[in-house]
């Protein structure tokens, strides 16, 4: 995380200290919203992951063994909570649609536009492709698995998803110079 968290306040707040886990939760807020954004796949989720880290950082800081492995294990919680709803989003639908893709950051950085590019190269992907694409490429599932939500035959899903990531490269070529 980006702030040094003051470890009077994280031994108070440990203790039990109302006032200092308020100022704690507020202090890492934005740390975790930061994290968030990178592992989250729709803004909604971010939403979610940081509500529900900061409710678990609040009942279970207590157990907490080292005050200077906060930060960490913060780190844990909202990744952990990030895949959490990937997982849920993953079982409610069969096809993720592209709003469960990626969230991307505003800031100008190289970073974001080459995210906010690969979206674009994504998006322009025909569906039967881009689906197997996001569940093999975004998602991590197996190809065995994605042959069997889609109702295909493994070499379909290999040679759809080679022929996607074909499509992409030419269109992010640039990138790659």
């Not at 989003?89 to 649609?97: F, G, L, Q, V």
């Not at 197996?142 to 109702?151: F, I």
Request: hydrophobic share 40%; glycine share 2%.
């Amino acid at each position: 995380m980006r702030v040094r968290y003051d470890e009077q306040t994280l031994n108070a707040a440990r203790s039990g200290s109302r006032e200092a886990l308020e100022r704690l939760l507020f202090q890492c807020q934005p740390d975790v919203r930061h994290f968030a954004r990178k592992v989250c796949a729709t803004p909604e989720d971010v939403e979610d992951a940081v509500q529900e880290t900061l409710w678990i950082v609040s009942r279970k800081l207590g157990s907490l063994r080292v005050a200077t492995a906060f930060a960490s294990w913060a780190f844990r919680v909202v990744k952990h909570e990030c895949y959490r709803l990937l997982r849920r989003n993953r079982n409610e639908t069969n096809a993720p649609s592209l709003e469960e893709v990626s969230y991307v950051d505003s800031s100008v950085d190289t970073q974001a536009v080459l995210r906010a590019e690969t979206l674009e190269a994504l998006m322009t992907l025909p569906e039967l492709f881009r689906e197997v694409v996001v569940m093999r490429d975004v998602e991590g599932i197996p190809a065995a698995e994605v042959a069997s939500v889609l109702g295909l035959t493994l070499p379909a899903v290999k040679s759809r998803l080679h022929r996607g990531r074909h499509l992409m490269r030419l269109q992010l070529e640039h990138w790659m110079q």
